[in-house]
């Protein structure tokens, strides 16, 4: 609970002389790993162009992800055993390397290989950083200071395609990563100079959680799978299977030792597991927005890629914007803010829809409301579940968080290519048809959004009864 005092300082509270050199670490670090996503997708038909592959295209952002999710969920692990600052320098060294294999790349083999190791250490600097929020700030700043992580992501989609474009439209792709390799290095030297030096929490010898990663890695590979694959059945298999994969994993973490998840992970009886369900919720309804609002854009109204990409940008400044403002939301509003969030998408989502086809400023005022939505929920989420988090399952509790995010955008981009294609979607359909994908799309994942409505009031309820709950 925040004083009276803390609320009447406002965003001084976190933005203190002591703390600005650790939190620009930290905000450097999310930006670095997340605007990396778009600077690929820039520059990749550039590096086809040169390198072949064409038909490997896809594999770089897959290699990427699946190793971002495996190191977002061993970071706690990793974290307890060596120290917090520790794996977040060790994380930014290794996406230093992945970007230096991905510049000396003779073939695209090389580029999925470096992306593989880039995602790994992406995975660690976003799973650690909340963490980090955790032992760094008090309390009463953690709210500001995961809006301020979240914006990163929104800010990725302005600075990554820019610098991926400087790069390419030049005919040197591999200065890219070069330069990316330099900034991760002197971020590497800034988080070992100003973040705290935490001690390891672990006490005596964890095993290597090979079975559970493997699940991990299996559930993602299905998963992806899904999001390729052309029959719908066959769609709805693999992402049944990705969940199963996954349950699986859950059972085996929870007798583990030393845990990859908290020990109440989903649960319904706690705020941790409250938390994550919405956590994955509205990340699984928010996933749509990257994928197929631009082909809509671009088919029904005839925009180019570029001003289309930049009206899906609506949702990121939504974003924003949204959590900026509503970080300084005294409790009461918090916990209001909680359920608002995924109403709002849910509404949002089925006007993206009704306006698919319509006035392209009504289309762009529904995704950002998708934006505002997540936005002002975000962070209060995220504080509850590292709040609520059992003695001993802080760290694990804190980078859960990114965990949940990247398998709800993963899972959700599996269901929108299912949902997509059983709408009957494909390149180069009738206009009317692909107004009805249009519609389809967007109200099916209201539904997810709709569930958050639930899970959050449950959120709330928790927190009303405290930690005797």
């Given at each position: 609970m925040k004083s009276g005092a803390e609320e009447r300082q406002g965003w001084g509270v976190l933005l203190r002389r002591e703390w600005l050199a650790a939190l620009a670490v930290l905000l450097g670090g999310i930006l670095l790993h997340s605007m990396n996503v778009l600077m690929l997708a820039t520059v990749l038909p550039t590096i086809v162009g040169e390198l072949g592959g064409a038909s490997l295209m896809s594999l770089p952002s897959t290699a990427f992800l699946a190793s971002s999710i495996v190191a977002a969920t061993g970071a706690g692990l990793i974290t307890a055993t060596f120290g917090a600052r520790n794996t977040y320098c060790t994380g930014a060294a290794i996406f230093s390397a992945g970007a230096v294999l991905i510049s000396l790349a003779p073939a695209m083999g090389w580029v999925i290989a470096g992306r593989f190791v880039q995602g790994f250490g992406g995975g660690l600097i976003a799973g650690v950083a909340y963490v980090l929020v955790r032992s760094t700030f008090p309390e009463a700043a953690w709210a500001r200071a995961i809006s301020l992580l979240s914006g990163m992501w929104s800010v990725a989609i302005l600075v990554g395609p820019l610098v991926g474009g400087v790069f390419a439209?030049?005919?040197?792709?591999?200065?890219?990563?070069?330069?990316?390799?330099?900034?991760?290095?002197?971020?590497?030297?800034?988080?070992?100079?100003?973040?705290?030096?935490?001690?390891?929490?672990?006490?005596?010898?964890?095993?290597f959680p090979g079975v559970r990663l493997a699940f991990i890695c299996a559930a993602i590979a299905s998963a992806s799978s899904a999001a390729v694959t052309s029959l719908p059945l066959a769609k709805a298999v693999l992402i049944a299977l990705a969940v199963a994969l996954l349950a699986a994993m859950l059972r085996f973490d929870r007798?583990?030792?030393?845990?990859?998840?908290?020990?109440?992970?989903?649960?319904?009886?706690?705020p941790t597991g409250v938390g994550m369900w919405l956590i994955l919720l509205v990340a699984v309804a928010y996933s749509p927005l990257q994928i197929f609002i631009p082909i809509f854009l671009q088919s029904l109204h005839g925009l180019d890629p570029l001003s289309a990409g930049y009206g899906?940008?609506?949702?990121?400044?939504?974003?924003t914007a949204a959590a900026v403002l509503a970080a300084g939301a005294p409790d009461a509003w918090r916990a209001r803010f909680i359920l608002l969030g995924p109403l709002t998408m849910a509404i949002s989502l089925v006007a993206a829809g009704l306006f698919a086809d319509s006035a392209v400023p009504l289309l762009y005022l529904a995704i950002f409301g998708i934006g505002v939505g997540i936005g002002i929920c975000w962070a209060f989420v995220a504080q509850r579940i590292m709040s609520g988090a059992r003695k001993g399952e802080e760290a694990v509790a804190a980078s859960s968080v990114p965990t949940m995010q990247q398998m709800g955008f993963a899972l959700g981009a599996a269901l929108s290519g299912l949902v997509a294609n059983t709408a009957g979607f494909a390149?180069?359909?009738?206009?009317e048809a692909m107004a009805h994908v249009a519609f389809v799309v967007p109200v099916s994942f209201a539904v997810s959004a709709a569930i958050g409505c639930v899970v959050a009031l449950r959120l709330n309820v928790l927190a009303e009864r405290g930690p005797s709950s």
């Open positions: 439209r030049y005919g040197h792709w591999r200065g890219a990563f070069v330069a990316v390799s330099v900034i991760a290095v002197v971020l590497t030297l800034g988080a070992f100079r100003w973040l705290p030096a935490a001690r390891p929490v672990a006490t005596g010898r964890a095993r007798r583990a030792p030393a845990p990859l998840l908290p020990g109440d992970a989903f649960s319904l009886a706690t899906v940008a609506c949702a990121s400044l939504g974003w390149v180069g359909l009738p206009h």
